[in-house]
């Protein structure tokens, strides 16, 4: 492998930087949906009566048909190309999560959050295939697309805070444009692309298949973090800190703003001190931004927290993307679908589980007992390695 381009000689190709910037806002959009998830949450419990294990099944939802499919669609955009599958996720995406509000029935509502994460999981592993080459081994470059993600986990409670509180859970179908104007922009840019000619050199090298599944264990630990901060984080403050549905989604917007952050820096990062070593500085310090989420008293210093556990959370996000389509170098797609599909979903799996914590000890019993996951994940990351065995 080359080596790595340093983020000065990325700023010299300004056609990178555009690419990144399609890339990177259809990443907002698609993750946009991902974060209404629960961003609505809270309103389907007020309204609906849903018990926490119900909200936490409409997470689960989410997180099945976001992370179960990826692999194989990333085996199959490797094998086959697909390219346009990223923008027919994205309509996707946005059509279940649009329709899901104004659905009746458990059943149905389940079944349209469901299809939802589907449209994401056809989403990520073209579009983290089709990113990587525009940003060749800069993980700033990678930064740019990854932080897409977490700026559209960030406006989801921005966007939907206000219309959640005048409409309800029927303000869900206002978020069905985004999905549909970004696919046709993706698709456009697909049929320009295919004009023109223009094909990325393949990458070679030997498959890591040892460390890539670790890398991927270290993935699925922070996403259980991650998805059980997110899911719980609102209702944490409506149930446990007595705080207005207003304050709520503050709070969320809050962790999800941090993520936007610590999603940029972790690729910087990642630049001068490693891969390696940016993940494992992330994974150690969400700890100490947990515990101070869940001790600090009142309704608003701990807003601080929540801002500080989502930066922290999100250090490796862009680095894990990146350093687990260097350890499959000839399978960007499958490293893809996986990294930001399965591993970075997987946590939304154990989100019913975390619902029956809740019923017996309230959200902050759940935040309490995340403060002490990300040691799993420390642990695991202590094992890795620099793909190509440099040191880190």
């Known amino acids: 492998?080359?080596?790595?381009?340093?983020?000065?000689?990325?700023r010299k190709a300004p056609g990178t930087w555009r690419r990144m910037r399609l890339w990177g806002t259809a990443h907002a959009v698609d993750d946009l949906y991902q974060g209404l998830v629960p961003a609505v949450v809270p309103y389907f419990v007020l309204e609906r009566g849903y018990g926490y294990v119900a909200a936490g099944g409409l997470t689960l939802a989410a997180a099945l048909g976001s992370s179960v499919p990826q692999p194989l669609i990333g085996i199959a955009v490797d094998r086959r190309g697909l390219g346009w599958l990223a923008a027919a996720g994205l309509a996707l995406a946005g059509t279940g999560f649009g329709l899901s509000g104004l659905a009746g029935p458990y059943a149905l509502v389940w079944m349209l959050v469901l299809l939802s994460g589907v449209g994401v999981a056809m989403f990520h592993p073209a579009a983290g295939k089709a990113a990587r080459e525009a940003a060749g081994d800069s993980a700033a470059a990678m930064g740019v697309f990854a932080a897409g993600g977490s700026v559209g986990f960030f406006l989801a409670p921005v966007l939907a805070t206000p219309l959640l509180v005048t409409w309800g859970v029927r303000a869900t179908v206002c978020f069905l444009p985004p999905a549909l104007l970004t696919a046709y922009v993706l698709h456009r840019h697909r049929r320009r692309t295919l004009a023109s000619g223009r094909v990325a050199a393949r990458r070679t090298g030997a498959d890591q298949w040892g460390p890539f599944l670790l890398l991927t264990a270290v993935a699925m630990v922070r996403s259980v973090v991650f998805f059980?901060?997110?899911?719980?984080?609102?209702?944490?403050?409506?149930?446990?800190?007595?705080?207005?549905?207003?304050?709520?989604?503050?709070?969320?917007?809050?962790?999800?703003?941090?993520?936007?952050?610590?999603?940029?820096?972790?690729g910087r990062i990642a630049d001068r001190l490693g891969l390696v070593r940016t993940v494992q500085v992330g994974t150690a310090l969400a700890v100490p931004a947990l515990v101070g989420l869940v001790l600090v008293p009142g309704q608003y210093p701990p807003l601080l927290f929540a801002a500080l556990t989502g930066a922290v959370l999100n250090v490796p996000f862009a680095v894990l993307i990146k350093l687990g389509q260097d350890y499959l170098p000839a399978r960007p797609g499958t490293a893809s679908g996986v990294t930001l599909g399965l591993a970075l979903s997987v946590g939304g799996l154990s989100a019913p589980l975390l619902g029956l914590l809740a019923e017996g000890h309230g959200p902050r019993g759940v935040l309490a007992v995340l403060c002490a996951v990300p040691l799993a994940a420390l642990a695991l990351a202590s094992l890795l390695r620099e793909p190509g065995g440099a040191a880190g």
């Open 1 to 10: 492998m080359g080596s790595a381009v340093r983020v000065g000689e990325v």
């Open 228 to 266: 059980g901060v997110s899911t719980f984080l609102g209702l944490h403050w409506l149930r446990d800190l007595g705080g207005s549905r207003t304050l709520a989604g503050v709070a969320l917007a809050c962790f999800l703003g941090g993520g936007v952050t610590g999603t940029l820096l972790g």
